[in-house]
């Protein structure tokens, strides 16, 4: 197992990702039932995709390495480079002792390769904290040797409908990013030759506001979208008031979406 440390990061949000992420990956875990469901997933998708013939896998965003487990355990002879942007969490998926394989701090956004190198580019829930995502997919097809496919998930539009609905409902604004709905994941699939993209829903029983917030700081996720600032005390009040109010369930709408580089 080698360790690998090189970090492309072109603004002070991503700074505060990483940071964020790194101070959540002891206790992730813990709070990661999404997460597990959509790395499950991907994988399965991996393997129906893939199959037997793959030499070498690159992952994006692997956090704890739910994702990156399941990845070695169909390919346990492939070559894996396994990245992320969080020093803290790439620390955190070595430490596993189940994998081997490179680990490479890296924002996935902006990879580390050049060339068509991967039979299989992975990612779970890690596209929604790039600031470009059309361009980040054209840079991640690049890598794929033909015959590769980029597989990956990816929060959408409908997460937090009810987090989002009780800041309407008190007149501020979330600091929830805006995800992008799966009509818009079909658009920027919609240029490549073997595309696709789907969604499912997965309810997240938090227990009232202050389990969501505690689900939110416990994976990390705590890094507004640029300009928007915290909420004050009493309106952060306010806003938990009228969730707890509405219901204590809200959702996450994941996308999955794959390229397949045929030529």
């Known amino acids: 197992m080698t360790s690998v440390m090189r970090l492309a990061m072109n603004q002070p949000r991503k700074q505060r990702i990483s940071d964020a992420f790194g101070a959540a990956a002891a206790g992730y875990d813990d709070h990661a039932g999404p997460q597990r469901f959509a790395a499950e997933l991907v994988a399965d998708l991996a393997q129906r995709q893939g199959g037997a013939n ?18 070695q355990a169909r390919w346990p002879a492939a070559q894996q480079v396994v990245t992320d942007i969080s020093p803290g969490m790439l620390a955190q998926a070595a430490s596993q002792g189940l994998v081997a394989g490179t680990f490479l701090t890296m924002d996935g956004e902006y990879p580390a390769f050049d060339g068509a190198w991967f039979d299989l580019i992975l990612s779970s829930l890690a596209f929604q904290w790039f600031d470009d995502l059309p361009a980040a997919l054209a840079r991640l097809a690049g890598l794929l040797r033909p ?8 929060m959408g539009q409908g997460s937090f409908a009810g987090w989002r609905a009780a800041h309407a409902a008190c ?23 073997d595309a696709f993209a789907f969604d499912e829903d997965h309810a997240l029983h938090c227990g009232g506001a202050r389990g969501l917030i505690a689900h939110l700081r416990g994976i990390g996720a705590v890094v507004p979208t640029e300009g928007r600032l915290p909420l004050s005390p009493r309106d952060l009040r306010r806003v938990m008031a009228a969730f707890d109010e509405a219901g204590e369930v809200d959702r996450y709408q994941l996308l999955f979406g794959r390229i397949t580089r045929r030529t």
């Open 54 to 71: 793959v030499a070498r896998i690159l992952e994006i965003g692997c956090g704890t390495g739910l994702l990156t487990r399941h990845v």
């Open 147 to 154: 015959g590769g496919s980029l597989i990956f998930s990816t």
């Open 171 to 193: 007149g501020v604004e979330p600091g929830v990013p805006d995800y992008p709905s799966l009509d818009a994941l079909r658009a920027m699939l919609a240029d490549y030759g």
